[in-house]
């Protein structure tokens, strides 16, 4: 078989006008950046506001092993094969991080025969998003050391005489915004600032991913520009010394931080390998943030095409959890149908089968790792939505097996339970999918929320955690004890709850496999996303910095002699 | 008289391509990024190599001063004028910086009616370049500190039986390499990471803005894609326990960094207000680089136009020279015409009047300071080129002293000595500029270089100094002479030399104004720029690193309800 991105380059594409066009946008509604891009313009969302939406699939999976279970081919695939079948259907996905690209992953285009093409577009800068919510980010930090240099070097009353400005009083020892790099950079995670004349005062910072950026979660969940700046002036930056909040609008750095966005709020329109249409949009973690594309892809797919495809980040404790009580509320889009992908090997690694192992006909072991598939299951059908189970073949896999998981997923309450072959054989492979969501929409969804914010923090953290993960309830620090007063001294108490913990467990225990129970969730720290508008909830410790490993992809990166990027 | 941005918003444009087509590029040698920017393929260079070049007009100053003296509103001044003239002509300009942009500048697209348009386009992301090169230096960064710290972690022995890798042994007291933001950032100036538990070891660090980066340079100094992948393979990181180099090459890095910038070597097509091209490309800082937009747009443009405007940074001691010594020396286009920039004010400026009396008349003061001018002029007739000396006017300027100035100029050696009034009349304003400039280049240029490297790095900074700024001569601290012995055993001994002193004056002493004798330019470091391809000598302190300042550029900035960017 062919390297994903030389599959990736063989592909005919069709012009991206010809599938801007087919979506339905007019001339006037997008521009196209070459003949791979477009980016679509704002002004498409008054004219689609009063049309209706298509129904909205959305695809998760259980707990995510060190294997992958493919839940980015799944999407896509399972989009191919509604093209192939000659549904008007868009998949709406998240940007890569380049990150990842340059550590380990290689790149998060798809694989196989079902990728968004050109996978080395999508995987490397595609049109500059990420880079405008680094920009923008740190132009906030920027400011933020600036005006506290300058508020300190003259003093407040002479900072105002010299400025015109009225002073901040910025507690040092409460600055909140770290800085971004869309790197995997270890040595920049803790690290000392304003050291050496005149560039203080010294503090300790930090920088994060840009995938963790407030920022980028306020690009996914904006519905259009006024909403976004407005999102932006109410990012909390820090506290003065008297213990009141500094936002990004008393800064007077909102309105340039909406400008360096301005472009990135336009979703970027691909294609598929056999030319569907794909929105790619925002790329917010799913631990510290809600892990799902924006809100303004959807919106256009949604009023353009008969059937979207997204996918939330990690299982359906995380991604698709936070789809549906952070994004829905904030898009009122809700979600028609859920697809469920595992893989045989994803199973058995819960069942704690070995690495050595894994590969091997172990029906015991298969059965005893059902239980997480059982559980994530029952959680998606908790909110009303109908699940059809999608089993990510790979080619060693046993069909004994494979019946037998068919036969336990329907019989533990999926619509359906198939064989998805998107990676080998593309839309031909995941016909069968597609013809078991198109089954599962016949019945209408039942759609409704987990827990409702009004009630409180405590009580939505309770729900969560109780309801949502089965644990026997959470406990909260000392020092999370003190943000929950601050958060509802703000008059915040009544936000989502975005919850940071690890994903490789249904709890917060990343040991803890299959389906745990009477565990309580430790959560260490309550963080107030005022401008994403939810409570992140850190249960454990939540990387925000990834690094570089020993043998990290960027070593098998390069540029050939006819310009071909190669090694992604 | 509108704003900047109000000009550049409700002038009318012609589409992209459409202005490709009139500079000579086919369908397939450009692709549009909507209707008001394009990328140059690189496959239009072979086509063009072996056509004539048109005349290579370099516009440059006398040393600036707080007053701004506009040299990229002559630039494009005059490109519109020789436009207007019917005249096939094209301007190759540096990207702006977005640091400055927020700080405190608004903005390096022209002003008034000498524009390139849009301008916040221009001045804003663009296409991505400079991201794209924040993000390769800083993989390497990120890179860099990854192997220290696992080679670190392991011990080397452990390290190579793990990773399968050679290790390096980086001497973690001579890491090279900073990391870079576009943006205005004192806080990141001097830093420490590496901080916290295993994400060491810790050590002294620093940001540059992105203009800085030696990438830049060698993004603006590459001929073609395999020349920079060469370039960025010979990028000096750290060196080695044992004192022996550490390139990009031998960290496994070059390849992805070139695959990073592999859009970013693509030049990018913009037009001027009225429809001549503009070549948009690299932004490489004046005093620790070259200062000069990029070898392949000035390949692109002068093989395609009659005539080809650029500019260097700063004035003729610093631009220019380095266009003449390190840029034609790259890429072998020599210049046919200088255009120098001067205004009243500067050259009172020049003449130690104070801001208070700087628009008023005063033939005296400006005779004092006409020294400065002459200086430049014979600077640049020093390298067998001939110069035209541009007044950009402003309005209060008295007719009698512009009347004197001209004289004083042609006299003093000046092809010609013209009022530009660009800024207020776009081309019209600048017609008599471009009449002058054709009779100009009617006299073939004898263009040589003022030293030959070959001659070793002490001859020519001895040239450089005595010859170039008419200095004494030079000096080398302790450790710039212990720098220069290692350059040698590196074998780079016979690079071109590049100067970072202060611009505002012609010695490297920002209070000497006018035209200084008699001092001794102190080399207090020597720097090599492997991948660049010149050795950098820093006479005293050159902030690599702006701050933002009381009231910056920011605070004005923000995006209207109609999605306009306004405030720039």
Sequence with gaps: MLSDIEISRQSPRRPIGEVAQSLGLTSQEYHTLGDAKAKVQLNVLPRLANKPSGKFIVVTAINPTPYGEGKTVTSIGLTQALHALNKKVCVCLRQPSMGPVFGVKGGAAGGGYAQVVPMEELNLHLTGDIHAVSSAHNLAAAALDARLHHETRLGAEEFQRQSGLSPLHID????LWPRVTDHNDRALRQIEVGLGRNNGPQHSASFAITAASELMAVLALSCDLKDMRQRIGRLLLAYDKSGAPITAEMLGVAGAMTAVMRQA????LMQTLNGAPCLIHAGPFANIAHGNSSIIADEVALKLADYVVTEGGFGSDMGFEKFCNIKVRASGHQPDCAVLVVTLKALKSHAEVHQQDINAADLTALQQGFANLAWHLANIRRYGVPVVVAINRFPQDCEQELAWLQQAAITAGASDCVVSEAFAKGAAGATALAEAVLTALQQPAQFHYLYDPDAGLEQSLATLTELGYGAAGFSLSAKAQQQLQEIKQLGAG?????????????????????????FTVPINELKLNAGAGFVTALAGNVMTMPGLGLNPGYLHIDVDDDGNICGL
Excluded: F, N, Q, W
Aim: hydrophobic share 35%; with cysteine; glycine share 6%.
């Design 494 to 518: 009544s936000l989502p709850v975005c919850m940071a913990k690890t994903p490789m467990s249904i709890s917060h225990d990343a040991k803890l496999k299959g389906v745990p129970r009477g």
């Design 265 to 268: 709020i336009e979703p970027t």
């Design 172 to 175: 040092p020892e409460r600055l």
